[in-house]
């Protein structure tokens, strides 16, 4: 995957339109939010479960390294135990949402953050992602972000329930400890 990602990354800085520019970058980032989840993976002796702390470090950790760097991240520590299946889809939705997060929803980048929890409450996650925007209304602006589509169809491959919130402007997605 990082090869993949480095190909992605070297085709975007050479790209000549904004538009491929723009597409390349967005790749790279998904395809390292992905390797992040997966170093977790491979460093759990449980083939089956893993810490919702480490993973959630290691893939803010990697989107923090792919925003401006007066862009912010402030992660709650984590709680509970994931599945396997779960890794991927979640890694792609964290990153879907606080890149759109730090694109639309940070006014003042040196006074504001991004704020993400991921929480396990009787066999129920939850992960927030909030920041000090205007917010948005989901339904306004679906159909012309495919980053929301995608987490949209990522949460339903989970089972889960994705709603956004204004004031504060929050994204949330539930689901269960497994999801099948």
Request: aromatic share 4%.
């Amino acid at each position: 995957m990082q090869v993949l990602q480095g190909l992605l990354h070297g085709a975007a800085r050479s790209a000549r339109s904004e538009e491929a520019r723009q597409v390349l970058e967005e790749a790279s980032r998904r395809i390292a939010a992905m390797a992040a989840a997966q170093r977790v993976l491979y460093g759990t002796t449980d083939a089956t479960r893993f810490s919702a702390e480490q993973f959630l470090g290691a893939v803010v950790e990697t989107i923090q390294q792919t925003l401006p760097n007066n862009v912010r991240i402030e992660r709650s520590p984590a709680t509970g135990v994931l599945s396997n299946d779960i890794a991927m889809p979640l890694a792609l939705i964290l990153n879907e949402l606080l890149t759109n997060a730090a694109k639309h929803g940070i006014q003042d980048p040196e006074r504001n953050g991004i704020r993400v929890t991921l929480n396990e409450r009787d066999g129920e996650y939850e992960l927030e992602v909030e920041d000090d925007g205007p917010g948005f209304e989901l339904s306004a602006v679906q159909q012309n972000s495919s980053g929301l589509r995608l987490v949209q169809g990522l949460a339903r491959q989970l089972r889960g329930e994705f709603e956004v919130t204004r004031a504060p402007s929050r994204a949330r997605l539930r689901f269960a400890t497994t999801s099948s």
